[in-house]
């Protein structure tokens, strides 16, 4: 069975780093991408990067300059690091195998 | 970025009923390997998005056939047949095909 889910503080001040990581299970991470996808509350759907099969990554450009994904192969798990957290950033985040599983999502509030 | 835009904003149909959502991107939609990179979520109320059509007509594992997509290259539409209580949620329409990915603002379907 395909599963996803999402680690993490829930809480994370202004201006600081925000750490995720996605353990995936019931699919290698060889062999499929996941990306990672966001959500304000109240609000739509953000896409904010992806860490291929091959190992390559892409990012939103809006974010590209805060954002770094990586993986673990051996543990099944991918990584999410945004630095200089805002209120703004105050979100569900979400990883996703090819858009086709979704993890639970976890909610991260960006307060002081 | 290309742009997808929704219409409507919400949709409040009979059960029984069908209902259609607009998506129109600013761009072409359709690679050069003949692809047309349009997919389809809901977002039922406190749930992760769930995959329902991918690469504009396809049903996902899974997904009633009461749910089928059509289109161009530009305009896209989600036609849901005999709507349920069930279907009630956000339908988002997203693009795979260039970067930044991007999702539509969504459309709210409510139940009368």
């Known amino acids: 069975e395909v599963q996803l889910k999402e680690s993490g503080p829930g809480l994370v001040q202004p201006s600081q780093t925000l750490s995720l990581t996605c353990t995936v299970s019931?699919?290698?991470?060889?062999?499929?991408?996941v990306h990672w996808v966001r959500q304000p509350p109240g609000k739509g759907l953000e896409w904010m990067g992806v860490?291929?099969?091959?190992?390559?990554?892409a990012y939103n450009s809006a974010l590209k300059s805060r954002l770094s994904i990586s993986r673990d192969t051996s543990k099944s798990q991918v990584f999410l690091k945004m630095n200089s957290l805002q209120t703004e950033d105050t979100a569900i985040y979400y990883c996703?195998?090819?858009?086709?599983?979704w993890g639970q999502g976890t909610l991260v509030t960006v307060s002081s | 970025d290309i742009v997808l835009t929704q219409a409507p904003l919400s949709v409040s149909v009979t059960p029984g009923e069908s209902a259609s959502i607009s998506c129109r991107s600013s761009k072409s939609l359709l690679s050069s390997k003949g692809i047309t990179s349009l997919y389809w979520y809901l977002q039922k109320p406190g749930k992760s998005p769930q995959l329902l059509i991918y690469?504009?007509?396809n049903l996902a594992s899974g997904v009633p056939d009461r749910f089928s997509g059509s289109g161009s290259e530009t305009d896209f539409t989600l036609k849901i047949s005999k709507v349920e209580t069930e279907d009630v949620g956000v339908y988002y329409c997203?693009?795979?095909?260039?970067?930044?990915?991007?999702f539509g603002s969504g459309t709210k379907l409510e139940i009368k």
């Open positions: 860490m291929w099969s091959g190992g390559s990554t």
């Open positions: 019931g699919f290698s991470l060889t062999d499929y991408s």
């Open positions: 690469r504009m007509s």
């Open positions: 997203a693009q795979f095909l260039e970067y930044p990915f991007t």
């Open positions: 996703t195998r090819d858009t086709a599983y």
